[in-house]
Nanobody, 122 residues
Framework: QVQLVESGGGLVQPGGSLRLSCQAS????????MGWYRQAPGKERELVAT????????NYADSVKGRFTISRDNTKNTVFLQMNVLNFEDTAVYYC???????????????WGQGTQVTVSS
């Protein structure tokens, strides 16, 4: 069984930084795409950033461009989200997301992490 395990959330003051990590464990062939989403209270889940694992191509929500950086370590099946200059609007539960293949020629499946709380407060 493949699982995604997140870590790194917490409480931070405005202007501060946090780094989230998410590692995939279990038996699978490979990961096509990794990403981070977030959901604030009373709002829908929204995309934060994604990265194509093979070429490192990234995509960011406009609200986080220039402040957040997504990266990956393919050898450890891990994706990171470095969050800088955090503000109150960044408060949310952050979920990692991976599209991976159980076998080389199988269709990709989408998995979600358990979510980690990020709270920006003074």
């Amino acid at each position: 069984q493949v699982q995604l395990v997140e870590s790194g959330g917490g409480l931070v003051q405005p202007g501060g930084s946090l780094r989230l990590s998410c590692q995939a464990s279990g038996s699978f062939w490979g990961i096509d795409r990794m990403g981070w989403y977030r959901q604030a209270p009373g709002k829908e889940r929204e995309l934060v950033a994604t990265i194509i694992t093979s070429i490192g191509s990234t995509n960011y929500a406009d609200s986080v461009k220039g402040r957040f950086t997504i990266s990956r370590d393919n050898t450890k099946n891990t994706v990171f989200l470095q969050m800088n200059v955090l503000n109150f609007e960044d408060t949310a539960v952050y979920y990692c997301n991976m599209v991976l293949r159980i076998r080389r020629w199988s269709d990709g499946i989408t998995l979600w992490g358990q979510g980690t709380q990020v709270t920006v407060s003074s």
